[in-house]
């Protein structure tokens, strides 16, 4: 990939990645309707990233070990208890690694990348119910814990009194935990008029933690007593809600999906004296239509953002909060002729 910076030039930016994976899947002896799952993926990541001009470097490489472990508890044909461990990783994007400053239009920010960043380990723990009530219904809870090691987090950093910068930053760690519920029903059983609706969704409740540093809360102090030595991880919400509805009907090739999407308050981007700056809770509505014109021959429409939601992005300051940029999104409205064959 090359781009033109702000200060003028190119770069260059390589990715290579090579990985091999064993697996096992066996019924554990002794313990009926109990069947472990397991393997291990090895991988190895060379990343590279530098300016032609100035001859500035960026580069990342590491082999990884990642096992995973799930045991799959069939209580009865229609019905599991899952527990699962598996170690990821996340790597840096190259506009996260770029070891130059370039200008964002969106926002009025100059960014920075960081070249000196590691990739994220994770290790996931996952305990699962699963209930299929009949063919494409579900009905399942879930436990999740996850353990984050060398998390990168885009950071507002002062430069000067009337200046500062995005950058990005590892942690040393921080932690995900949470509950998540999903369902799926066909409404059939409940009117013959129903047989061809299905109604769906899923809800995530989550709290993160992440251990502000000494310097952050003494900054914090001045304008705020007692701060608290945690706060969320960036990115991540604490709620997640999707609901969707479809009627699909095969025989007049007639479909409609509604899909509903809210989250609530993420954290965008962290500043060095506590006033983080949040992207605010949105909801959003898409609509998609399609029917069958001729044999092998429809039409579509699809409408996105039906509420025509605003992206909002602010920050508080001593109980008071600040508009940082309010960006309309718009409604987007696509229609399709397709021919299949």
């Known amino acids: 990939m090359t781009e033109v910076p702000s200060q003028g030039g190119n770069y260059d930016g390589a990715l290579d990645t090579g990985a091999g994976y064993l697996m096992t899947e066996t019924p554990v002896p002794g313990v009926p309707s109990l069947e472990f799952i397991g ?119 002062a430069e000067s009194v009337d200046q500062g910068i995005i950058t990005y930053r590892n942690r040393e760690s921080a932690r995900v935990y949470g509950v998540e519920l999903e369902a799926r029903k066909r409404l059939g059983g409940l009117a013959p008029w129903l047989e061809h609706v299905q109604v769906g969704g899923n809800l995530t409740l989550t709290q993160s933690q992440i251990d502000r540093t000494e310097e952050v809360l003494t900054l914090i102090r001045q304008f705020r007593d007692d701060p608290d030595e945690t706060r969320q991880l960036q990115g991540q919400s604490p709620y997640i809600a999707n609901v969707n509805a479809g009627y699909d009907n095969p025989e007049t090739g007639t479909a409609v999906n509604v899909f509903f999407n809210r989250f609530g308050d993420r954290l965008q981007t962290v500043s060095a004296n506590g006033a983080d700056i949040f992207e605010r809770a949105r909801s959003t509505l898409d609509i998609n239509f399609s029917q069958r014109l001729l044999p092998g021959v429809s039409a579509s429409i699809s409408v996105k953002n039906v509420l025509n939601s605003d992206e909002v992005v602010s920050q508080t300051f001593k109980g008071d909060e600040f508009i940082n940029d309010r960006r309309p999104l718009g409604r987007t409205v696509s229609v399709g002729v397709f021919y299949s064959y």
Do not use: C, H
Request: hydrophobic fraction near 40%; charged fraction near 25%; proline fraction near 5%.
């Open 39 to 157: 393997g291990v993926r090895f991988e190895y990541t060379d990343m590279s990233l530098n300016t032609l001009d100035t001859d500035t470097e960026g580069a990342f490489s590491q082999f990884d070990v990642l096992p995973s472990v799930n045991l799959v508890w069939t209580l009865r044909e229609d019905m599991n208890l899952r527990l699962a461990y598996g170690r990821t990783i996340a790597l840096p994007s190259f506009r996260e690694f770029a070891p130059f400053q370039s200008f964002n239009f969106i926002g009025d920010f100059t960014e920075r990348g960081n070249p000196a960043l590691k990739r994220t380990r994770v290790d996931n723990f996952d305990l699962r119910w699963e209930w299929f009530p009949r063919a494409g219904e579900l009905l399942s809870a879930s436990l999740y814990y996850k353990d984050f090691t060398d998390p990168i987090e885009r950071t507002f950093v």
